[in-house]
Nanobody, 122 residues
């Protein structure tokens, strides 16, 4: 049984930082691209960042470029999302997802986690 478990969410002030983790089990981790998505209640889910499995190439949406950093530790079956300079509009539930094909902003991912809440508020 494949599981993706996110952690690290919480409440932070604008300008602060959080580091999310996504721990995978039940799959050959280094054969999957891992992406982070986010969703605000009532709005469509949007891709945030992705890291490939071939060479750990990292991809970012423009709205997080320069503020978020994605990384992976294949030995720990874990992908991280370091989020700095957080803004109010970063508030959302953050999900990680695994794809056996490639990083993509749209399309079907094979597996999804349950999400972790990130709230940016003063």
């Amino acid at each position: 049984q494949v599981q993706l478990v996110e952690s690290g969410g919480g409440l932070v002030q604008p300008g602060g930082s959080l580091k999310l983790s996504c721990v995978a089990s039940g799959l050959t981790f280094d054969e999957y691209a891992i992406a982070w998505f986010r969703q605000v209640s009532g709005k469509a889910r949007e891709a945030v960042s992705c890291i490939s499995y071939r060479d750990s190439s990292a991809y970012y949406q423009d709205f997080v470029q320069g503020r978020f950093t994605i990384s992976r530790d294949n030995a720990k079956n874990t992908v991280y999302l370091q989020m700095d300079s957080l803004k109010l509009e970063d508030t959302a539930v953050y999900y990680c997802a695994a794809s056996s094909v490639k990083c993509m902003w749209y399309g079907d991912y094979d597996y999804w986690g349950q999400g972790t809440q990130v709230t940016v508020s003063s």
